[in-house]
């Protein structure tokens, strides 16, 4: 059970490169998240997705997008990579509303310069 | 909106003793959720423990409690018998439903230190 899998773990881009940091569960989770934490700082919230084919904004989205094209992978896409995207990347997921518990992937690190 | 504050940048502990980390929250929703997620250096999320709202008695994790003042929107940690792998960033998180849906909302983390 490998539970939520992040792909890249490392990543440096050059600013105005793309790249797309891969999320996959196999849990069977209908939500899913992608938080970003920068340096000494919580997890903010950047868009989720309550099923396949439904995404939502959250706290930070602009200069990313995602798709939910099937229940285990929700792909971010970052476009025109800019310094102030270098964080720490976070997928998660959790079954539906109530107190299942957020299960999180191991994070990508991602260095713009 | 939910917000949730952690006050308390950084704390430091004896190896054996016990510490306590604070949290407030706010929140308009009557039902929700309370977390304690510890972030060690390898910077996986683990949770430590959770609160439901609607229960009154504190949540208990071997050496992890929690102190649940609903009306005074307050939760703060308590580690006893500290141990030197309790070093870690330890974040407070809230989840709500209804207009929240099930987003989880981080306070900015408490870096807690135990020293040998």
Redesign the interface.
Known sequence: NAGVTQTPKFRILKIGQSMTLQCTQDMNHN?M?W?RQDP??????IY?S?GAGITDK?EVPNGYNVSRSTTEDFPLRLELAAPSQTS?Y?C?S?P????Y??T?G??TRLTVV | AQT?T?SQPEMSVQEAETVTLSCTYDTSENNY?L?WYKQPP????I?VI?Q?AYKQQNATENRFSVNFQKAAKSFSLKISDSQLGDTAMY?CALTG?GEY?????????TILRVKS
């Open positions: 939500y998240y938080y000494g700082m919580g997890l903010k919230l989720y309550v959250g720490v976070f998660a959790t539906g509303q109530g107190n518990g957020y999180f191991s994070g | 949730v952690q959720y977390f390898s910077r996986q999320m949770l959770r439901e974040f439903f849906g099930n987003k989880l909302v981080f306070g900015a983390g």
